[in-house]
């Protein structure tokens, strides 16, 4: 059974950082694309990173690029989003995504981000 | 960046109707377009891939059908636990992006 679960969120300052980290199990983690995505109370959802199978290669929105930096250890099964100057618009809740040819696949059950002084 | 507008927001039906829930594309996305559900409270699931694909374990009423730039994701006969929230993504290109969501509620 797939199962990534989220970690690290939590209240932080604006201006600060805070990372989030990904454990991801049932599933071959290093023959995937990984994915952020996050979603602010009451609002849609927005694709915040991706990363390629040996990390190589990520992609981002312009919302986001510049302060945010997806990452992952491929030994350790886990995915991270580093995040860097935070502003209150990025409080939301941050899901952990599997993504294989077809798009996302599989989410965690997320973790809430709140950007407040 | 692809804008997906999707529609309608809300949506009432009650149990055994046909609904159709609709994104439009804002440029050809060549039918990588997904659709997905979440209830409140839960991770969203993986209903459709690449338009018309259902995905393992996924009732047969839910379909998908679309090409250039309209989708279409229709449940033939509703069921009391499909009262949730629909959304597609389009990952034909980065930004992948998202429709805004449809609220599906009991009338």
């Not at chain 1, 860097?84 to 040819?101: G, P, Q, V």
């Not at chain 2, 997906?4 to 994104?23: E, K, W």
């Not at chain 2, 250039?68 to 006969?77: E, K, M, N, V």
Request: charged share 15%; net charge positive; with cysteine.
């Amino acid at each position: 059974e797939v199962q990534l679960v989220e970690s690290g969120g939590g209240l932080v300052q604006p201006g600060r950082s805070l990372k989030l980290s990904c454990a991801a199990s049932g599933f071959t983690f290093s023959n995937y694309y990984m994915a952020w995505v996050r979603q602010a109370p009451k609002k849609g959802l927005e694709w915040v990173a991706t990363i390629s199978t040996s990390g190589s290669r990520t992609y981002y929105p312009d919302s986001v690029k510049g302060r945010f930096t997806i990452s992952r250890d491929n030994a350790k099964s886990s995915l991270y989003l580093q995040m860097n100057s935070l502003k209150s618009e990025d409080t939301a809740t941050y899901y952990c995504a599997r993504s294989d040819y077809s798009g996302i696949d599989y989410w965690g059950q997320g973790v809430m981000v709140t950007v407040s002084s | 960046d692809i804008q997906m507008t999707q529609s309608p927001s809300f949506l009432s039906a009650s149990v055994g109707d046909r609904v159709t829930i609709n994104c439009k594309a804002s440029q050809n996305i060549n039918k990588y377009l997904n659709w997905y559900q979440q209830k409140l409270g839960e991770a969203p699931k993986r209903l459709i891939y690449n338009t018309n694909n259902l995905q393992t374990g996924i009732p047969s009423r839910f379909s998908g059908s679309g090409s250039g730039t309209d989708y279409t994701l229709t449940i033939s006969s509703l069921q009391p636990e499909d009262f949730a929230t629909y959304f597609c993504l389009q990952h034909n290109s980065f930004p992948n992006t998202f429709g805004a969501g449809t609220k599906l509620e009991l009338k």
